[in-house]
């Protein structure tokens, strides 16, 4: 008789507090570095990573790296009441006011080593770094960027009215001021601060400096400066709010665009300084060697779009999905062949010819029959003539690495059933002893 399976019992109160006491040791006494954390590690801690890999000797300002373990430790205390968690988090503090710059923000990374080594790494990882030119530099000042500014400021004053200690002050002040110095005179809050512009990347100016969007950078000093209210009770927070929000109102996506969007966007990510035009930026290229970037305008937005495939079309050609397939050139059908005289399969390139195209595109010509001593020779041995119809391309063993069967599994099916049917009749070209005999 089979036992029955044991039924997993949820752990106790005391259990849980020693799993959290054991992680928290481990994470404080043999992964931190002088209290910062980054985002992942290898199990022997011989490779480590923020956004990008990162040296041993780094720490990392981007949720969910130091600021986010130094929340983490501070709500285990709250839970707990266990002094241990709150030495945890005066340490993350410490590292957090190590690696404040002057100016009383954050850079995403941090180097405990110096900054001669930061140089290095930037010159080296973070150069490569492809789609993220904010490693490609090094600035020198700090970002508003992904959080790490708010989330380094939120956690040392969460930490100061714990228990008011007057060591986080200083630090604490020089970054709720960085926050209100950085705000533009229309409201909205560039990447990086203070402003920077020897950056030239692609012979466009140093983007670092434009009011920005992306990642929630304009909205989150908002809800960040509403956070600090709530928290201090002090009304200059609040004061330059409604500027910030009035420019957001400027510049929403007008409702066409945002349609086009999709996912609930109502506000592009980058627009035009004194104009608050919209502009639309794509990348193209698939490494810093090859790859751009570059604006569309927003007229071409509004009348083309853009097919699963990746051709650009006419929005009259996209109503419907049969209206999109007639707008597709047709490609050639690979079909995969047995032939049994050489014991190996043979790939077949078939061009069909498909219905009426739309007046955007026009259907590729029909591929020509190969002349191939190979393949005129497997025709003679499949049986004499070459196929009538569509124009068929015999392509050799090779190809049947690289070549897939892209025809619809209703018409696949079609195929194989007249193959089956076709190998019954006695003497048919398709037969096993028709293709012997031929041999």
């Not at 956690?155 to 007057?166: G, I, N, Q, V």
């Not at 009035?246 to 007008?254: E, F, G, I, Q, T």
């Not at 996209?318 to 032939?339: E, G, H, I, L």
Request: with cysteine; glycine share 8%; aromatic share 10%.
């Amino acid at each position: 008789m089979t036992p029955r399976p044991a039924v997993a019992t949820a752990p106790d109160r005391a259990q849980v507090l020693d799993t959290m006491r054991r992680a928290t040791i481990f994470m404080v006494e043999k992964v931190a570095t002088q209290g910062g954390f980054v985002w992942s590690y290898l199990p022997d801690m011989s490779r480590r990573w923020g956004e990008i890999e990162a040296r041993p000797t780094m720490i990392w300002m981007q949720p969910p790296g130091t600021p986010t373990m130094g929340h983490l430790f501070l709500d285990a205390y709250h839970a707990t009441g266990d002094e241990y968690y709150y030495r945890a988090a005066d340490q993350v503090a410490g590292a957090l006011m190590l690696a404040q710059h002057p100016a009383g923000g954050w850079n995403y990374v941090f180097d405990t080593a110096g900054e001669a080594p930061r140089r290095e790494w930037y010159d080296t990882v973070g150069r490569s770094a492809w789609r993220l030119e904010e490693f490609q530099h090094d600035w020198g000042n700090a970002t508003f960027d992904d959080g790490g500014t708010s989330q380094s400021t939120e956690f040392p004053l969460r930490l100061f009215l714990e228990k008011h200690d007057s060591k986080y002050k200083a630090a604490l002040d020089r970054a709720i001021q960085f926050v209100l110095d950085s705000q533009d005179p229309v409201g909205a809050w560039p990447q990086r601060f203070p402003l920077k512009h020897e950056f030239s990347h692609h012979a466009k100016p140093d983007y670092t400096s434009f009011l920005t969007f992306n990642d929630e950078v304009t909205a989150g000093n908002v809800e960040h400066l509403l956070r600090f209210y709530r928290l201090t009770g002090d009304a200059k927070f609040l004061a330059r709010i409604p500027e910030a929000l009035d420019w957001l109102d400027a510049v929403k996506l007008p409702p066409d665009i945002a349609a086009i969007a999709g996912g609930g966007r109502t506000h592009p990510i980058f627009v035009e300084l004194g104009t608050n035009k919209n502009l639309y930026v794509h990348r193209r290229g698939s490494n810093v060697v090859n790859g751009e970037y570059y604006v569309m305008a927003t007229r071409t937005i509004r009348s083309a779009t853009t097919t699963h495939s990746g051709r650009s079309m006419s929005r009259n050609c996209a109503r419907t999905t049969s209206q999109r397939r007639r707008c597709r050139p047709p490609r050639p059908r690979r079909v995969r062949r047995f032939d049994r005289a050489r014991g190996a399969y043979r790939c077949l390139a078939i061009s069909p010819s498909v219905g009426p195209p739309c007046s955007a595109q026009r259907p590729l010509p029909h591929l020509p029959i190969a002349s191939c001593a190979r393949s005129q020779a497997w025709t003679r041995r499949a049986g004499g003539s070459r196929p009538s119809g569509p124009s068929v391309t015999l392509t050799g063993v090779r190809a049947r690495r690289s070549l897939r069967q892209v025809i619809s599994p209703a018409r696949r099916w079609a195929m194989r059933a007249t193959r089956r049917r076709t190998a019954r009749i006695p003497g048919s070209s398709a037969s096993p002893r028709a293709r012997t005999s031929a041999t």
